[in-house]
Structures are given as structure tokens and as C-alpha cells.
């Protein structure tokens, strides 16, 4: 942890103080501007947080630090504790908040009234108002791809699904997984087991091994450590990374990760925030707005490459369409049309399992 909100006090406090023993010696003017990051998980995850936080380095190095100066808490939990640490970084000077979690959204909400000169930017989040932003990447397009690729790679025709948290975010990965496999491979199934968290390698590692158990033999995860790749290869399965490239770690299991890339969002609305541009609004970027990029196509044969290749191509020209009906629940309830784009406030509101899927929602 770069700073704890142990910190906070004593910096808020040896700036006070320096004001008083200093007096008009300290040019506030030329004070880089403060940015500040807060994390539900470690910066070692190898997975979400760590993709936020590199792109924390980048924005960072892009602006300069004497220009920009940034402070991040990981590991923080969502609920009132999120609340304490975003209040910590507005009362500590920070102009701007980015705030990484779903869970995050109404702690952003409650401390960005109390704030109205700080600029907030929540992801994944649905609620916006004058100075708090929303922003999010289109995850299931990626996860349609690792759909095609079990489609073509599964000897059982069985996939297993890590669950973290049963949120529109994690269902529709689900859904968008089995559209992708069913698009080369009627009859394909995946199974899901729950986690009820965002990074708890214990519990990714039991659930891969359960998984498996169960003759699942293609790994999917919505979860944020490397656990479920590397014990796919060490029972000699494979699997996809999450948020990050995560190959170094599993270099004979990942077929392919779908990455995060947050840079270039980073370093806009730092600059917007900076300059005096910055304002509200609402992003969904991804493969064809560079959001999100796919790990090399490795450890597969040629036509489960080929074939994901297409598919990417595909989304990025609009040619392919992830959720195009007919799709049906588990129940066999339509619910897409034959023909029918799904708009994207159904996507994002998505609270049903694709036909298909082995597993229920947790209430």
C-alpha cells in the first residue's frame, strides 16, 4: 500500500502545519495537482486492481509528476469503510477520485455531495449526478471470444464458471460466454460456482478444483487472482486470465486473457480535471474503442485461433453481435427475439442466465 489512511492524518496535519511555521513561502500554484485511487483489492492480484493501477503508473508518467502527484488505498472494503477512505482523500486536497468498484457507487454518491469542487469517477456504476462520472468496459465482448474458444477446444462440451458476486457485470459475462461457445458448438453447458467476492484465491482455487471435479475442462473466471489459472495447469486443464495478461503465471494453461486498458481513460480526465474541461458523463468502451484488448491467442490449435480471431474482428466492425436473439433463460423463456439487439440498458440490467447455464442466481 502505497499510503494508508493512517497516512492521510499526518499528511492533512504536516500541511497545516507547514502553512503556519511557512506562511506566504508556500506557492500553492505550483503544487502538483492530486489524484487519488481507491481499490477493492491488493495491487498484486494480478488481475483487476492491478490493471487500475497500472494504469494509475501510466496517467502518472504521462502527465508528470511534477504535475500530477497520485495516492491509491487497496484493499478496501465495499460498505461503510469505502466511505471513510473516499472522505479521507477529498478532505486531503485530491481533485479527483476514481473509485474501482461497483460497490463503491453510493459511498462515491454520499461524499461527492459533501464535495462539489471535487470531481468523482465511479466504475461500473450507473449513477451519475454534476461531479461524479461514470465509466466501464464492455467485458463481455471478451468473454464472447473465450466462448468461441471453448466452443472449439472442449472435449467434454462442459465449461467451468468462477462467480464472484451476482451482479449484472458478472451475468452477462456469463451469458455472453455461452453465446460465444454455442455459436460453434450447439449443446455446450457451463457450470458456475459462486465465490461471493471479488479476490479471495482460496476460494477461486477450491472452486477451479470443484469445477473440474465436476468434468469441466475449459476455466472461465469473473474473479481477480491468478488461483483458477494455475490450478487448471497443474491438473493439465486450461483456462483465460482476467483483467491482466496473466500468462507468466500459467504460461501452458491461459488460452487468452481479456486486458483492461484504463490508461488513456486515466489520462483524459485527469488532463479534463486539470485543465478545467472536465465534465460528468457516462463511458462504455470496448474492444473498437481500445478499452479492452485480448491476450495473444496461445496454447490452441489453428482453427480455435482462426476462429477467435474472426470473432474479434467481427465485434470490432459490428458485424458480430453478442447478444442478437434468439436467446432463451434457463427456463426457456425468450428472452431475446429472433433478430432482436439486446439495447444496452438491457445489457447492463441483465438479471437472468442463459439457456445453457448450469447454476442459479444467489438471492
Given at each position: 500500500?502505497?499510503?494508508?489512511?493512517?497516512?492521510?492524518?499526518?499528511?492533512?496535519?504536516g500541511t497545516?502545519a507547514?502553512?503556519a511555521?511557512g506562511?506566504?513561502?508556500?506557492l500553492?500554484?505550483a503544487?502538483?495537482f492530486?489524484?487519488g485511487?481507491?481499490?477493492?483489492?491488493?495491487?498484486?492480484?494480478?488481475?483487476?486492481?492491478h490493471?487500475?493501477d497500472?494504469?494509475?503508473?501510466?496517467?502518472?508518467?504521462?502527465?508528470?509528476?511534477?504535475?500530477?502527484k497520485?495516492?491509491?488505498?487497496e484493499?478496501?472494503?465495499?460498505?461503510?469503510d469505502?466511505?471513510?477512505?473516499i472522505?479521507?482523500?477529498a478532505?486531503?486536497?485530491?481533485g479527483?477520485?476514481?473509485?474501482?468498484?461497483?460497490?463503491?457507487?453510493?459511498?462515491t454518491?454520499?461524499?461527492?455531495?459533501d464535495?462539489?469542487?471535487v470531481?468523482?469517477?465511479?466504475?461500473?456504476g450507473y449513477?451519475?449526478?454534476e461531479n461524479?462520472a461514470?465509466?466501464?468496459?464492455?467485458?463481455?465482448?471478451?468473454?464472447?471470444?473465450?466462448?468461441?474458444?471453448?466452443?472449439?477446444?472442449?472435449?467434454?462440451?462442459?465449461v467451468?464458471?468462477?462467480?464472484?458476486?451476482?451482479?449484472?457485470?458478472?451475468?452477462m459475462?456469463m451469458?455472453?460466454?455461452?453465446?460465444?461457445m454455442?455459436?460453434?458448438r450447439?449443446?455446450g453447458?457451463?457450470?458456475?460456482?459462486?465465490?461471493?467476492?471479488?479476490?479471495?484465491?482460496?476460494k477461486?482455487?477450491?472452486a477451479t478444483?470443484a469445477?473440474i471435479?465436476q468434468?469441466?475442462?475449459?476455466?472461465?473466471?469473473?474473479?481477480?487472482?491468478g488461483?483458477?489459472?494455475?490450478?487448471?495447469?497443474?491438473?493439465g486443464?486450461?483456462?483465460?486470465?482476467q483483467?491482466?495478461d496473466m500468462?507468466?503465471?500459467?504460461?501452458?494453461?491461459?488460452l487468452?486473457?481479456?486486458?483492461?486498458?484504463?490508461?488513456?481513460?486515466y489520462?483524459?480526465?485527469?488532463?479534463a480535471a486539470?485543465?478545467?474541461s472536465?465534465?460528468?458523463?457516462?463511458?462504455?468502451?470496448?474492444?473498437?474503442?481500445?478499452?479492452?484488448?485480448?491476450?495473444?491467442y496461445?496454447n490452441m490449435?489453428?482453427?480455435?485461433?482462426?476462429?477467435?480471431q474472426v470473432?474479434e474482428?467481427?465485434?470490432k466492425?459490428?458485424?458480430?453481435i453478442?447478444?442478437k436473439?434468439?436467446?432463451?433463460?434457463?427456463?426457456?423463456?425468450?428472452?431475446?427475439?429472433?433478430?432482436?439487439?439486446?439495447?444496452?440498458?438491457?445489457i447492463?440490467?441483465?438479471?437472468w442466465?442463459a439457456?445453457?447455464?448450469?447454476?442459479?442466481?444467489?438471492?
Open positions: 500500500m502505497l499510503k494508508s489512511r493512517r497516512t492521510f492524518t499526518k499528511l492533512v496535519g497545516v507547514a502553512a511555521i506562511g506566504p513561502r508556500i500553492r500554484a503544487d502538483p492530486k489524484a485511487f481507491i481499490y477493492v483489492g491488493p495491487v498484486a492480484d494480478f488481475g483487476w486492481t490493471q487500475h497500472t494504469a494509475r503508473k501510466a496517467m502518472e508518467e504521462a502527465i508528470g509528476t511534477d504535475k500530477v497520485t495516492t491509491y488505498v484493499s478496501v472494503k465495499e460498505g461503510p469505502a466511505e471513510r477512505v472522505r479521507e482523500l478532505t486531503s486536497g485530491h479527483i477520485i476514481f473509485t474501482t468498484s461497483f460497490g463503491f457507487m453510493n459511498p454518491l454520499k461524499v461527492a455531495k464535495f462539489p469542487a470531481k468523482f469517477e465511479h466504475a461500473t449513477k451519475r449526478t461524479v461514470t465509466y466501464n468496459i464492455r467485458f463481455y465482448e471478451g468473454r464472447y471470444i473465450q466462448g468461441v474458444i471453448a466452443g472449439k477446444m472442449s472435449n467434454s462440451g462442459v467451468g464458471y468462477i462467480g464472484s458476486v451476482p451482479i449484472p457485470e458478472v451475468v459475462g451469458n455472453a460466454v455461452m453465446q460465444g454455442r455459436s460453434v450447439q449443446g453447458k457451463i457450470k458456475i460456482v459462486w465465490i461471493n467476492g471479488w479476490y479471495d484465491p482460496g477461486e482455487s477450491d478444483k469445477l471435479d468434468g469441466c475442462d475449459i476455466i472461465c473466471q469473473h474473479t481477480d487472482s488461483s483458477p489459472l494455475q490450478v487448471a495447469q497443474e491438473r486443464m486450461h483456462g483465460f486470465g483483467a491482466s500468462i507468466s503465471i500459467a504460461p501452458k494453461a491461459q487468452t486473457s481479456s486486458i483492461d486498458n484504463w490508461g488513456p481513460y489520462i483524459d480526465r485527469v488532463k486539470m485543465d478545467g472536465w465534465k460528468s458523463q457516462d463511458v462504455w468502451g470496448g474492444l473498437k474503442a481500445d478499452m479492452l484488448k485480448m491476450a495473444p496461445t490449435p489453428d482453427d480455435a485461433k482462426t476462429a477467435a470473432a474482428i467481427g465485434i466492425s459490428g458485424e458480430v453478442v447478444f436473439g434468439p436467446i432463451k433463460d434457463q427456463n426457456g423463456n425468450l428472452q431475446v427475439k429472433d433478430g432482436e439487439m439486446l439495447s444496452d440498458d438491457k447492463a440490467g441483465m438479471n442466465l439457456e445453457g447455464i448450469e447454476g442459479k442466481l444467489p438471492s
